[in-house]
């Protein structure tokens, strides 16, 4: 074939280019990958050495789901268009309940079951998603996207101040109180004690104020992290205004590192070459509830892919048709499957990396291809997840902010081309859908009464949310057929 008629997104470029731009690529998603690793294996409590372990596992198989993205495998996979794969953000809120209720090895058993389950039910409801744009104008996409940033700012405002539980929470148990618990727990197993034994799961109350919370040189770091990100954005250009975030990320670490507040041991331990490998908490449980609620949002990443396939389609000149799409959403509920498998999460196109692709003009698919190379072999360097995983959370929550803000921002400027003027329903679609949103995160008991059951379904503000806003659009304004709204809203979209 002449070379001339090859088309834009399917040209090969020579090899040096395509690494310079595959890497690009690469530096814009890195921030935003290894975020949902620190803050799962964080909420599960798992050592620093399993949490190196989850963001390894993550960059391998975001690298693995670009390949099958970009190049296409078999007739059932891959959209063929230059798209970056990553984790999505929307799954973080239930995952993080459900690390919460069960810590450690059982936890991730659980979420990497519902991962799993939810990967396969995206790979088979696929075609019929691909259907379901109508269901999701902007005003609904640009709430729950609204709701995901502001349930993800908790977190990153946790990591500026110290955690709500653990050594840097706001209070700690006196060690006064402990020791006579501890000594009357003793007494009370010894032959003869007159101490009856202690009541199951009796606990004392936090009550001594933690001098580790909301440490002032913490608090430096975290606003040195903010300010680097702000100035590296106001000045300076192109592709280095893009990777402020991954640079205000590094500028905290450095200075954290000579101020004493990293700790390098485990990155000298960390091999430099290690495979990554299935299952490595064992084997995965299968929650039928957790499996839905996971599903469920899936939906919602899948027609938020789906808006972003279109919007790649005009940018590139090609045409999206209806197989493309289901080929490019079935790819998303693979690679999720194969992220459940190898200890990781579900994955969707990152939208960042949409932008860069309008931003550069460059509009080949080898360009991902690349990216996703680079992306397995950052997968296979322990020392590389070592050292991120050793990064300070006050570093982290510098740019948290920014980036769970920007996810936030990006659903208003969504819900900015929505009609409110002349369509009185809109306002209540997004306002009653933001204040269930909320429920979750304001009252986080007000499930105490309710069947234990339907906890895991109800528990993430981003799931109730979702539903509402579907629900109320839908009694509201009934189900239109309106692609290129959200096409629109999809350009509009440059955060996760």
Same mark, same amino acid.
């Given at each position: 074939?002449?070379? &001339?008629?090859?088309?834009?997104?399917?040209?090969?470029?020579?090899?040096?280019?395509?690494?310079?731009?595959?890497?690009?690529?690469?530096?814009?998603?890195?921030?935003?990958?290894?975020?949902?690793?620190?803050?799962?294996?964080?909420?599960?409590?798992?050592?620093?050495?399993?949490?190196?372990?989850?963001?390894?596992?993550?960059?391998?198989?975001?690298?693995?789901?670009?390949?099958?993205?970009?190049?296409?495998?078999?007739?059932? #996979?891959?959209?063929?268009?230059?798209?970056?794969?990553?984790?999505?953000?929307?799954?973080?809120?239930?995952?993080?309940?459900?690390?919460?209720?069960?810590?450690?090895?059982?936890?991730?058993?659980?979420?990497?079951?519902?991962?799993?389950?939810?990967?396969?039910?995206?790979?088979?409801?696929?075609?019929?998603?691909?259907?379901?744009?109508? #269901?999701?104008?902007?005003?609904?996409?640009?709430?729950?996207?609204?709701?995901?940033?502001?349930?993800?700012?908790?977190?990153?405002?946790?990591?500026?101040?110290?955690?709500?539980?653990?050594?840097?929470?706001?209070?700690?148990?006196?060690?006064?109180?402990?020791?006579?618990?501890?000594?009357?727990?003793?007494?009370?197993?010894?032959?003869?004690?007159?101490?009856?034994?202690?009541?199951?799961?009796? &606990?004392?109350?936090?009550?001594?104020?933690?001098?580790?919370?909301?440490?002032?040189?913490?608090?430096?770091?975290?606003?040195?992290?903010?300010?680097?990100?702000?100035?590296?954005?106001?000045?300076?250009?192109?592709?280095?205004?893009?990777?402020?975030?991954?640079?205000?990320?590094?500028?905290?670490?450095?200075?954290?590192?000579?101020?004493?507040?990293?700790?390098?041991?485990?990155?000298?331990?960390?091999?430099? #070459?290690?495979?990554?490998?299935?299952?490595?908490?064992?084997?995965?449980?299968?929650?039928?509830?957790?499996?839905?609620?996971?599903?469920?949002?899936?939906?919602?990443?899948?027609?938020?892919? &789906?808006?972003?396939?279109?919007?790649?389609?005009?940018?590139?000149?090609?045409?999206?048709?209806?197989?493309?799409?289901?080929?490019?959403?079935?790819?998303?509920?693979?690679?999720?499957?194969?992220?459940?498998?190898?200890?990781? #999460?579900?994955?969707?196109?990152?939208?960042?990396?949409?932008?860069?692709?309008?931003?550069?003009?460059?509009?080949?698919?080898?360009?991902?291809?690349?990216?996703?190379?680079?992306?397995?072999?950052?997968?296979?360097?322990?020392?590389?997840?070592?050292?991120?995983?050793?990064?300070?959370?006050?570093?982290?929550?510098?740019?948290?902010?920014?980036?769970?803000?920007?996810?936030?921002?990006?659903?208003?400027?969504?819900?900015?081309?929505?009609?409110?003027?002349?369509?009185?329903?809109?306002?209540?679609?997004?306002?009653?859908?933001?204040?269930?949103?909320?429920?979750?995160?304001?009252?986080?008991?007000?499930?105490?009464?309710?069947?234990?059951?339907?906890?895991?379904?109800?528990?993430?503000?981003?799931?109730?949310?979702?539903?509402?806003?579907?629900?109320?659009?839908?009694?509201?304004?009934?189900?239109?057929?309106?692609?290129?709204?959200?096409?629109?809203?999809?350009?509009?979209?440059?955060?996760?």
């Amino acid at each position: 074939m002449d070379a &001339t008629s090859v088309h834009p997104v399917d040209e090969r470029l020579p090899g040096g280019k395509l690494a310079a731009l595959g890497l690009q690529h690469v530096l814009v998603m890195y921030a935003g990958a290894v975020a949902v690793p620190l803050i799962v294996g964080r909420a599960l409590k798992l050592s620093p050495e399993q949490v190196a372990m989850l963001i390894s596992a993550d960059l391998f198989c975001c690298g693995l789901v670009t390949l099958i993205q970009s190049l296409g495998a078999t007739q059932w #996979f891959g959209i063929k268009l230059p798209v970056m794969m990553g984790v999505t953000f929307a799954s973080v809120a239930p995952m993080v309940a459900m690390a919460n209720a069960n810590p450690g090895t059982a936890g991730a058993q659980l979420i990497f079951g519902s991962i799993i389950g939810a990967g396969a039910v995206a790979v088979l409801i696929a075609p019929i998603v691909s259907r379901m744009l109508r #269901f999701f104008p902007p005003v609904v996409t640009g709430t729950i996207i609204a709701v995901i940033g502001i349930s993800l700012m908790r977190i990153g405002i946790n990591w500026i101040f110290g955690n709500p539980v653990g050594p840097t929470a706001p209070s700690v148990v006196s060690p006064e109180h402990a020791k006579w618990l501890a000594d009357a727990a003793a007494a009370a197993t010894s032959p003869g004690s007159p101490l009856p034994p202690l009541p199951r799961g009796l &606990t004392l109350a936090a009550t001594v104020p933690n001098p580790k919370y909301a440490d002032p040189s913490g608090l430096g770091i975290a606003a040195l992290v903010l300010a680097s990100i702000l100035l590296i954005t106001r000045f300076a250009k192109g592709f280095v205004a893009n990777i402020s975030v991954l640079l205000g990320i590094v500028i905290g670490a450095v200075v954290a590192g000579a101020m004493g507040l990293m700790n390098f041991d485990k990155v000298a331990k960390a091999d430099w #070459f290690g495979l990554v490998l299935p299952l490595q908490f064992g084997t995965p449980i299968f929650d039928p509830v957790l499996i839905l609620t996971m599903s469920l949002i899936m939906v919602v990443v899948m027609i938020e892919s &789906t808006g972003m396939f279109l919007a790649l389609g005009e940018m590139t000149g090609k045409t999206v048709s209806q197989a493309d799409l289901s080929r490019g959403l079935r790819t998303d509920g693979l690679g999720t499957l194969i992220g459940g498998f190898f200890n990781t #999460f579900p994955y969707t196109s990152f939208s960042q990396n949409v932008g860069l692709v309008a931003l550069t003009g460059v509009r080949s698919r080898y360009v991902c291809v690349a990216g996703g190379l680079i992306l397995i072999v950052l997968g296979l360097l322990p020392k590389m997840a070592a050292l991120v995983e050793s990064v300070p959370t006050v570093v982290l929550g510098g740019a948290g902010v920014v980036m769970f803000g920007m996810v936030a921002a990006t659903g208003i400027r969504i819900l900015a081309g929505v009609n409110f003027r002349t369509n009185r329903f809109n306002g209540l679609i997004v306002a009653i859908s933001i204040g269930i949103g909320m429920i979750p995160l304001v009252a986080p008991n007000f499930k105490q009464w309710m069947p234990h059951n339907i906890h895991p379904l109800i528990e993430s503000g981003i799931l109730l949310a979702s539903i509402s806003a579907v629900l109320l659009n839908l009694f509201f304004n009934g189900a239109r057929e309106d692609d290129s709204a959200a096409v629109a809203a999809a350009k509009l979209a440059d955060a996760h």
